[in-house]
């Protein structure tokens, strides 16, 4: 279905249309004419089906077509993200398709001055872009009022359960106007997210874009087993004999991206860290680079796996495996968004074996893998590990023999007793 078939304004059209976009996503096909009526939707999206489009782009429409009266400016629409890098994302999509519209919006999270986001509040914005832990701030400090808004957006309301931020959600929903529209996005519908949308959305319609925990189809997955201590010499030979030039990294720990951002500086490759502990004017101006083009590599925790938006990323790479398999989904769908392919490295150690496991059940299938002579494990990646341990001889009747160091231990223990 073509965007000129959903409904949307002229002016929104001509955003989307300059973004280069005429086909809408299965999500967006689903949610754009459901929010237009003004439903409340509980929607199923993964990462990379164009779901921020999919309530932006309505959510414009909707204020555009019912300008607010009275002549200061109050917050009507408010969407709440897990992520500084999200809001960041989300804030970026409403400026985007909304450049033709008379609409403010304002973004609000942590890690930078309160006091410009006082400003710009003060201005009068139509949309708020924020995370829960700095609202409440702002709430706190009576320096933002929510008492007009019309619609809420909870993206990836999943993620928002996972880092804790049910107790502030519920806080801000306290101060919200009984009646408006609700929009609930998420990666998955668990029992504490069916649980949320019972109590926040009002006979909503449910609308599911892929099958839960599936990876994009146009993902090219691989598994390379490798010794651990040679991760990082196959990782950067490969990324310079292929001449990957965008590829996102992930490590498990903060302490581990810095080290591999380090090691593939002292290799040749311009690479970056990205995570919690960098100031937010790092972690922005990183990101920059990198999708500049200034920066080869970004190496960064999970902080990054859904708060990242990279236009035509070709390449993300598992340095180590996630804990939680369903991480391994939301790191992958950094590629192939948007109707583009991508490839996913994993680089696999005998330790991490159990992880492959798991991510492999639940994709309900298994990973290629690609083996390079020199650098693969000893220990097959898939199998168990062989015993090295001799088999003990045995003796008359069943009973073992003890081994040559056994026999000398004995007979000094002899001689000391004697």
């Not at 529209?181 to 892929?210: C, G």
């Not at 035509?312 to 495996?321: D, G, I, M, T």
Request: charged share 25%.
């Amino acid at each position: 279905m073509l965007f000129n078939q959903l409904g949307l304004s002229a002016e929104l059209l001509r955003a989307v249309d300059t973004q280069g976009y005429s086909q809408a996503t299965p999500i967006q096909q689903k949610a754009i004419p459901l929010i237009l009526e003004g439903r409340d939707v509980l929607a199923g999206a993964q990462t990379g089906t164009g779901k921020t489009a999919g309530f932006t782009l309505p959510l414009l429409h909707r204020l555009q077509k019912s300008p607010a009266s009275g002549k200061r400016r109050k917050v009507r629409a408010l969407i709440l993200t897990p992520t500084r890098e999200l809001a960041a994302q989300v804030g970026e999509s409403v400026r985007t398709y909304g450049r033709h519209l008379p609409i403010r919006s304002t973004k609000i999270f942590g890690g930078v001055s309160i006091n410009p986001q006082i400003a710009k509040l003060r201005d009068g914005v139509d949309i708020v872009i924020a995370t829960p832990g700095r609202l409440l701030d702002h709430l706190h400090q009576r320096t933002v009022d929510l008492s007009s808004v019309e619609v809420l957006v909870l993206d990836e309301a999943d993620r928002m359960l996972d880092m804790g931020f049910i107790r502030d959600i519920k806080k801000i929903i306290k101060v919200l106007p009984q009646q408006r529209q609700n929009l609930l996005f998420s990666a998955t519908f668990s029992n504490e997210i069916r649980s949320l949308a019972a109590t926040l959305l009002n006979s909503p319609v449910e609308v599911q874009a892929a099958a839960r925990n599936t990876a994009a189809e146009r993902i090219n997955q691989k598994v390379w087993p490798v010794d651990q201590s040679r991760k990082r010499e196959l990782l950067a030979h490969q990324i310079g004999t292929k001449n990957w030039q965008q590829v996102l990294v992930f490590a498990r720990t903060k302490h581990g991206a810095d080290r591999l951002s380090k090691q593939l500086n002292q290799d040749g490759l311009n690479a970056v860290a990205l995570h919690g502990n960098k100031s937010q004017a790092a972690r922005t101006r990183a990101l920059k680079e990198f999708k500049s083009g200034k920066v080869r590599v970004l190496v960064a925790t999970d902080v990054a796996a859904r708060g990242l938006d990279i236009e035509r990323l070709p390449h993300v790479v598992n340095y180590e495996l996630p804990h939680v398999a369903e991480d391994y989904v939301h790191r992958i769908g950094r590629t192939a968004r948007a109707g583009q392919e991508g490839t996913a490295v994993s680089l696999v150690c005998a330790e991490e074996e159990q992880r492959l496991k798991a991510i492999e059940r639940l994709l309900k299938k298994t990973i290629e893998r690609e083996n390079f002579p020199g650098y693969s494990s000893t220990t097959k990646v898939g199998s168990s590990p062989s015993r090295t341990r001799p088999p003990r001889n045995k003796g008359p009747r069943g009973t073992s023999t003890p081994r040559p160091g056994q026999r000398n231990r004995a007979r000094k223990a002899k001689r000391r007793i004697g």
